[in-house]
């Protein structure tokens, strides 16, 4: 089945501790994407992929790193997470170029609290 | 800047009644809109683009460059339209979402 998968979907950590949530796609897309949504500011954009070796900050990169060794894989890593960055993680992927539609496929996301 | 404005964070129908969620943008290119929807436990998914012009659901959504807005409209409301609805657009690179709007539709 094609989907981009997330994980972990669930996890409680405390400040300071590094931890990585994992984004995988099955579907060859170059564009990959993350997000944190937040109650009353909808889903805003962390960091982006166009393609293997290729990453760009989003809106609120602040507190976060991404990598793209693979084109299935853009693992969102937490340095030094803070109680700031309690929030519900959605990866997304999409085709580019020729095939471009626009469409971005989500991930069911990763609720994240930091203690 | 904000750049996507969903004005309405709860919007509820009746069954049958027409249904109008609103979307405003500010973008200085040629904008690329997108509804998203997101029902109960499931994971958020295109309704429609700007640019295919179609009907998906019975909704359909019409670029309004002189008020910058991609209101998304149908005419009569279904329970199974119940859910969290994001308008996006899409710069180049980049995403930008609203805040979304939480549609309920009352039987």
């Known amino acids: 089945e094609a989907q981009v998968t997330q994980n972990p979907r669930y996890l409680i950590t405390v400040t300071g501790k590094k931890l990585t949530v994992t984004c995988s796609q099955n579907?060859?897309?170059?564009?990959m994407s993350w997000y944190r949504q937040d109650p009353g500011l909808g889903l805003r954009q962390i960091y982006y992929s166009m393609n293997v070796e290729v990453t760009d900050k989003g809106d609120v990169p602040e507190g976060y790193k991404v990598s793209r060794k693979e084109k299935r894989n853009f693992p969102l890593i937490l340095e030094s997470p803070s109680p700031n960055q309690t929030s519900l993680y959605f990866c997304?992927?999409?085709?580019?170029?020729?095939?471009?539609?626009?469409?971005?496929?989500f991930g069911e996301g990763s609720r994240l609290t930091v203690l | 800047a904000q750049r996507v404005t969903q004005p309405e964070k709860l919007l509820s129908v009746f069954k049958g009644a027409p249904v109008e969620l609103k979307c405003n943008y500010s973008?200085?290119?040629?904008?690329?809109l997108f509804w998203y929807v997101q029902y109960s436990r499931q994971r958020l998914q295109l309704l429609l683009r700007?640019?295919s012009r179609e009907s998906i659901k019975g909704f359909t959504a019409d670029l309004n460059k002189g008020e910058t807005s991609f209101h998304l409209k149908k005419p009569f409301a279904q329970e199974e339209d119940s859910a969290m609805y994001y308008c996006?657009?899409?710069?180049?690179?980049?995403?930008?979402f609203g805040t979304g709007t939480s549609l309920t539709v009352i039987p």
């Open positions: 973008y200085s290119g040629s904008p690329e």
């Open positions: 996006a657009l899409n710069t180049g690179n980049q995403f930008y």
């Open positions: 700007h640019i």
């Open positions: 997304a992927s999409s085709l580019t170029g020729a095939q471009y539609t626009g469409e971005l496929f």
């Open positions: 579907m060859n897309h170059e564009y």
